[in-house]
């Protein structure tokens, strides 16, 4: 399957997943009814710590999102722990797109068979939650080894990743690998914060299966000019995240014009995910309840 290809039946698979409504709930605050261009979705580590994680997806759902990515929550779960957590989500009307806690990163070639050894191993949990999707970190920089060694096992790493899950298919979709950046403030010692960089090694992975996961709020932190790297890249993104800056708040709450944002990737015809992953300066559900609507008023289909 070529990137032309691949990219069309994602979009079909994303449209269905955007275009449902969601009822109005109780409590007096209204959820999301508006139909968008593309999916969206709640990284679950921001939002409702402290509660089970099957309440925790209950207040997801309760916001009006029919997504949730993770971060490696099932590490420790038992077999029982997944009926649950598969049971809730089904109940719900809840699908997991994406997760991530991978522990290597693919910058470092010295750690590159235990990255794809623990890649080929998180496959079984992402089948049993039917989640078709792991998001990748290039991790830390190698003191002594040159930026362009890394920026090399970052394409070989990828380019093997890629032969592993090539063809493979959790419920109906490709598996796919997302690249992720960091800025510096977060992680001082992380190798890859350039938007532009990740997407160049993406590009030389040359595979329908590895994409860009553009993080909104990482890339603001680094270097800005947000809109070009959509107008420029948008074949590769394969995800994007939103939080507002300062501060990893909802958007509206900072420097970051989302509005625009979201027109444009409608403008593009983006239509894979979007995900939340923000923390909420209040109450969780009102916040992204709020972000939905935020969306509904400025992305065109």
Not at 20 to 32: D, F, I, N
């Amino acid at each position: 399957m070529d990137r032309r290809t691949f990219t069309q039946a994602m979009a079909a698979a994303a449209m269905g997943a955007a275009a449902a409504k969601v009822s109005v709930a109780e409590g007096g605050l209204p959820t999301p009814t508006s139909a968008l261009p593309f999916p969206l979705s709640v990284m679950l580590w921001t939002v409702f710590n402290g509660l089970p994680f099957e309440e925790r997806l209950a207040k997801v759902a309760e916001a009006g999102y029919t997504n949730v990515e993770l971060v490696g929550e099932y590490a420790k779960w038992t077999a029982a722990d997944f009926a649950n957590a598969n049971a809730a989500r089904k109940r719900l009307g809840i699908h997991f797109d994406a997760t991530a806690g991978l522990h290597h990163g693919v910058a470092d070639p010295s750690a590159r068979d235990a990255f794809l050894g623990e890649l080929r191993e998180a496959l079984t949990p992402m089948e049993t939650l039917s989640c078709p999707a792991m998001i990748v970190l290039s991790g830390n920089v190698v003191p002594g080894l040159p930026h362009e060694e890394q920026h090399a096992s970052s394409i070989e790493s990828l380019k093997r990743a890629a032969a592993l899950v090539e063809g493979k298919q959790i419920e109906g979709q490709p598996v796919r690998l997302l690249l992720e950046c960091i800025h510096l403030e977060e992680n001082p010692k992380y190798f890859l914060t350039s938007a532009n960089e990740a997407i160049e090694i993406v590009r030389a992975v040359n595979h329908p299966q590895v994409q860009f996961l553009y993080d909104i709020y990482h890339e603001q932190m680094s270097y800005g000019d947000l809109i070009a790297k959509l107008d420029n890249h948008i074949d590769v993104i394969g995800l994007i995240h939103i939080a507002d800056v300062p501060g990893r708040h909802e958007p509206g709450t900072g420097e970051i014009n989302y509005g625009n944002i979201y027109r444009k990737l409608g403008e593009l015809k983006y239509r894979h995910m979007v995900a939340m992953e923000f923390r909420p300066l209040g109450d969780g559900v009102a916040a992204l309840r709020a972000a939905w609507e935020m969306v509904a008023r400025n992305a065109v289909a």
